[in-house]
């Protein structure tokens, strides 16, 4: 599982030119599921995003969790985290979970997420979407299960 979190000031995403999801400070996570993953992975990969301290304390060191600043998360489906890129040109996406089991997962998080966060906006799995951000540093840092979970 992977989770490539970027810290913004706020961040939306469209779908047929249509808002479905909006947040202000907080979180934009791009969550990419293997057929590999678990459950189990998917609760520790949620305890080390919601306890991330990157956000600035008045000291100016990144000292504050998601909770410490009334952070909100919009969370977005994003098969392409597992592109294998090593032949050729045209990227193969054979280690990303199949639709179903990656959908089934997805939603696991959110629901997971909703009961720690108090807002919580998502994408649509499987559409078109236009998503808009404003970093926030920037600050964008890659969750990998094989990284966090071994």
């Not at 934009?28 to 956000?55: C, N, P, Y």
């Not at 909770?67 to 977005?76: F, K, P, W, Y």
């Not at 985290?81 to 050729?88: F, Q, R, S, T, V």
């Not at 959908?103 to 966060?117: L, S, W």
């Amino acid at each position: 599982m992977r989770f490539l979190v970027q810290r913004v000031t706020h961040a939306s995403v469209e779908v047929d030119q249509h808002t479905i999801g909006e947040i202000q400070k907080g979180f934009l996570v791009l969550i990419g599921i293997s057929q590999e993953d678990t459950k189990e992975i998917a609760d520790k990969m949620i305890r080390k995003l919601i306890g991330l301290r990157i956000f600035e304390d008045q000291n100016g060191k990144t000292n504050l969790s998601l909770a410490d600043v009334s952070g909100e998360l919009l969370l977005i489906s994003q098969f392409t985290l597992y592109a294998d890129c090593k032949k050729g040109n045209r990227p193969s996406f054979i280690k990303a979970g199949s639709p179903d089991y990656a959908n089934e997962m997805y939603e696991y998080i959110i629901a997971q997420c909703r009961e720690q966060i108090p807002v919580v906006q998502t994408g649509s799995f499987g559409a078109d979407m236009k998503i808009s951000l404003l970093n926030d540093g920037p600050f964008t840092i890659m969750l990998d299960s094989s990284e966090i979970c071994s």
